[in-house]
């Protein structure tokens, strides 16, 4: 009895070993994910505990094509996917890669969900986007939602992005992440933060993002500002040259829009504008020295110092020249001496002349060659209203068509004058300002119209030759120089529609002077008031001598009633005298001829 009672505490204390075992058993499923402990590392297989009755085995080559980082050592905490209990050998078959992967998955699910961002590593490029590694889960971004160019996408292999999940499909395994989302929401927010933040007049400092002809875009902070190429310096600059795109520069707001987001940005503000106070540094009529920076077709841009330029208009190179492009005097790169004429502070406007420099010839000339004087020349040009004659090395003269003779009407000077033909001329008038000089021909010679007053007056009767026809009468010449009208009414007694139905080119005619207008040159001629003055002087003299019948005076009023187209009971009724001179053009109808009936 007392070696059964000896022997009975140890078959109690195994039963309770046992069950303490079988108590401290994990009840654990296929397909559960569990932490465990490594406990050893085999050649192929590493050991991990995971509270079953056996250690569970992973093969090794998961943690090596994995490409996870994971320091394995000895009692090192991992979690597991069981995927058997028990083996063919009773050992428990575990993966890490599966645990990963679902782990993986799981995130995936609840960031999609959620629209959180998640972290991920570009590790390759495949067509159309790169591969990124979200733990144990590839994904797949696109090349359109990168946030960079096509061909940078090899830059950020290797990288660590911060990812937004577009799309997922977990039984095809796909996963469809962005860069730009996250990159343009960040970016709007920090855009936000700047916008309302910046203040006109401040200074900042930007990056420059883009440069174009007519500026740069400098990004501020999540929003670009302009920065226009007249604000880059006070001088005439070229924005390719003096920025470039990344670098980092100094800027003032010159004007901020919040409401369109647009932003005026300036760097030649952050200095004192050279356009302050340029009367003191160039005052008026001063010779200044400058450099040739701009040719155009009107003049030429010279740089006086930086931010100051002037313009030399092309009328303002050369005094005696006649220079159609500023190349013909200056080039780009010249240094140039010239003297300020103007300046439009307001406007960052100055001008300047090259002539200056040198002695106006145009004034020499004017007190040479006062008003009257005589000058010889050359012709050197003849256009249809006059020809242009050298009378000094660059400086010409005008003979006006007007201007060729007393007596000749020339339709065109080259039916007087021809191209080199060397002349003397009369000084008419000199204006150096415009630098123009009036020449004449015929001022050489008296002007026959001085005596044309005295000579022709009013009532004369003179005799002259028929120069030209015109539809309103016919030129007469009186004298060379001289030449007077008759008006179609006033070539006959009679009416007639046309002046060649009366007169030809040739025919002397007799007429009498009508009215005179010295000023104008021009003569009234009438051949009728010659022939009805001479028809009157006829009868008085008639008269006078006493002869003829009561008969044939009759007559010969008659006739001239009748020319007049007037009838006796018309005379009689106005209770005028009748007599032969009645029918003169004198105002009042009748003369004072001695004859009456």
Do not use: C
Request: proline share 4%; no cysteine.
């Amino acid at each position: 009895m007392e070696d059964n009672k000896e022997l009975q505490p140890p078959a109690q204390g195994e039963e309770n070993l046992a069950r303490l075992y079988e108590e401290n058993v994990r009840i654990l499923t296929e397909g559960e994910i569990v932490s465990g402990r490594v406990v050893r590392l085999g050649k192929d297989e590493v050991h991990v505990d995971v509270g079953l009755k056996s250690e569970g085995r992973i093969p090794f080559r998961e943690f090596l094509e994995s490409g996870e980082k994971i320091d394995l050592q000895v009692g090192k905490e991992i979690e597991v996917y069981i995927e058997k209990k028990e083996g063919e050998e009773g050992e428990v078959l575990l993966s890490w890669i599966k645990a990963v992967q679902l782990r993986s998955w799981e995130k995936v699910r609840q960031v999609y969900q959620n629209q959180t961002v998640i972290e991920g590593t570009a590790t390759r490029l495949i067509k159309g986007g790169v591969i990124v590694k979200l733990g144990g889960v590839e994904g797949f971004l696109p090349a359109s939602q990168s946030g960079v160019r096509y061909s940078e996408l090899t830059d950020i292999l290797g990288d660590i992005l911060r990812l937004k999940i577009i799309e997922v499909n977990p039984r095809e395994g796909r996963v469809v992440v962005s860069q730009r989302v996250v990159l343009e929401e960040e970016r709007q927010r920090l855009r936000m933060s700047t916008l309302e933040s910046l203040k006109e007049g401040e200074i900042r400092r930007g990056v420059v993002k883009k440069i174009v002809p007519f500026g740069a875009f400098i990004d501020l902070g999540g929003i670009d500002g302009l920065l226009h190429v007249s604000d880059i310096s006070w001088g005439r600059v070229n924005p390719y040259e003096i920025l470039r795109v990344g670098e980092e520069v100094e800027v003032k707001v010159l004007s901020v829009n919040k409401e369109k987001e647009k932003i005026s940005l300036g760097i030649k503000q952050k200095t004192l504008d050279p356009w302050s106070n340029i009367e003191e540094k160039f005052p008026l009529q001063s010779v200044v020295t400058g450099r040739v920076v701009n040719i155009t077709d009107f003049g030429a841009f010279v740089e006086l110092e930086e931010g100051v330029e002037g313009l030399i208009h092309v009328s303002e190179m050369s005094w005696t020249r006649r220079v159609k492009h500023p190349s013909q005097i200056v080039s780009v790169g010249d240094t140039v001496k010239a003297v300020v004429l103007e300046i439009k502070k307001s406007q960052h406007k100055m001008f300047m002349g090259l002539r200056q420099i040198q002695p106006n010839p145009w004034l020499a000339l004017e007190k040479k060659y006062p008003v009257g004087s005589r000058i010889t020349g050359v012709v050197k040009r003849i256009t249809d209203f006059g020809a242009f004659v050298e009378v000094k090395e660059g400086i010409q003269g005008l003979i006006h068509v007007s201007d060729l003779s007393w007596s000749t009407r020339f339709k065109r000077p080259l039916d007087f004058l021809h191209k080199g033909q060397r002349v003397r001329a009369a000084v008419l008038g000199i204006d150096p300002k415009a630098q123009k000089l009036s020449l004449g021909l015929k001022q050489l010679t008296p002007d026959p119209w001085m005596n044309v007053p005295r000579k022709y007056p009013p009532g004369k009767v003179v005799k002259g030759k028929v120069t030209s026809l015109a539809p309103f009468g016919v030129f007469v010449e009186l004298e060379e120089g001289v030449e007077g009208l008759t008006h179609i009414s006033q070539l006959s007694e009679e009416k007639i529609e046309k002046p060649e139905n009366v007169v030809k080119v040739g025919d002397e005619i007799t007429a009498k002077v009508i009215k005179i207008y010295p000023r104008e040159r021009k003569i009234s001629l009438s051949v009728k008031k010659y022939l009805e003055d001479t028809e009157r002087e006829q009868i008085s003299q008639y008269l006078d001598r006493g002869e003829g019948s009561k008969i044939l005076l009759g007559e010969i009023l008659v006739a001239a009633l009748q020319k007049r187209g007037e009838s006796w009971k018309e005379v009689l009724s106005q209770n005028q005298p009748i007599s032969p001179e009645s029918s003169g053009d004198s105002p009042s109808g009748s003369t004072s001829g001695k004859g009456s009936s």
